[in-house]
């Protein structure tokens, strides 16, 4: 079975200082990896996702993540936090592979980013 | 395209009443994710269609809840008969698998209230 784990529920750090979200894995194949953003009174919206092409990943707003697979990990980075990152990120697993979770993502629990000024 | 569209974005109701949750999908995608977010229990995973078929409905909580999609462009999450336990944000989402890697595309949500 697939599953996510995200070390932290709550996260601050500084404006302009490094932001690091933690999350680890469990598959039994070769995962799609994700990591969505919600802004306050929004939808979750696509910052970055792996899909085997690269293992360093790129997305919006400055963000990237690097797939680890001897650690099983998928870590989001940004060098430098803006008032703006503020917002809750979950990172979530998928697999194309059949059976019952076909399609699906499993979604990590979800960490809450603070910047302070 | 407008994205996964919702409505209503919120509604407040009273405890023993029916609600209904409405979902456009994106033109196109095969798939149809229906979640829950609260503070307590997170995003949770409802139910999930694909070809306008159900294909697992273990998240639904309770027989209070029935979701249907009668055709690949509409989609409802009934709750009847509704509770305070019931107040949630409640999320649609959408997918085109096996192209886009499984990414699913979220509405803006629908903010329930049950007094």
């Known amino acids: 079975a697939q599953s996510v784990t995200q070390l932290g529920s709550h996260v601050s750090v500084s404006e302009g200082a490094l932001v690091l979200l933690r999350c680890n894995y469990s598959?039994?194949?070769?995962?799609?990896l994700f990591w969505y953003v919600q802004y306050p009174n929004q939808g979750l919206q696509l910052l970055l996702k792996?899909?085997?092409?690269?293992?360093l990943v790129k997305g919006i707003n400055g963000f990237e993540a690097e797939f680890k697979k001897s650690e099983t990990s998928f870590h989001l980075t940004k060098p430098s936090a803006h008032m703006s990152d503020a917002a809750e990120y979950f990172c979530?697993?998928?697999?194309?592979?059949?059976?019952?979770?076909?399609?699906?993502?499993?979604f990590g629990q979800g960490t809450i980013l603070t910047v302070h000024p | 395209d407008a994205g996964v569209i919702q409505s209503p974005r919120h509604e407040v109701t009273e405890m023993g009443q029916e609600v209904t949750l409405r979902c456009k999908p994106i033109?196109?995608?095969?798939?149809l994710f229906w979640y829950r977010q609260t503070m307590m229990r997170g995003l949770e995973l409802l139910i999930y269609?694909?070809?306008?078929?159900?294909?697992?409905d273990s998240g639904m909580p309770e027989d209070r809840f029935s979701a249907k999609m009668p055709n690949a462009s509409f989609s409802t999450l009934k709750i009847q008969p509704s509770e305070p336990r019931d107040s949630a944000v409640y999320f649609c989402?959408?997918?085109?698998?096996?192209?886009?890697?499984?990414?699913?595309?979220f509405g803006p949500g629908t903010r329930l209230t049950v007094l």
């Open positions: 989402a959408s997918s085109l698998v096996g192209v886009s890697y499984n990414e699913q595309f």
């Open positions: 598959s039994s194949v070769p995962p799609y």
């Open positions: 792996y899909t085997s092409a690269a293992t």
């Open positions: 979530a697993v998928s697999f194309n592979a059949g059976g019952t979770s076909y399609g699906k993502l499993t």
């Open positions: 033109s196109g995608h095969d798939y």
């Open positions: 269609f694909n070809n306008n078929v159900p294909i697992d």
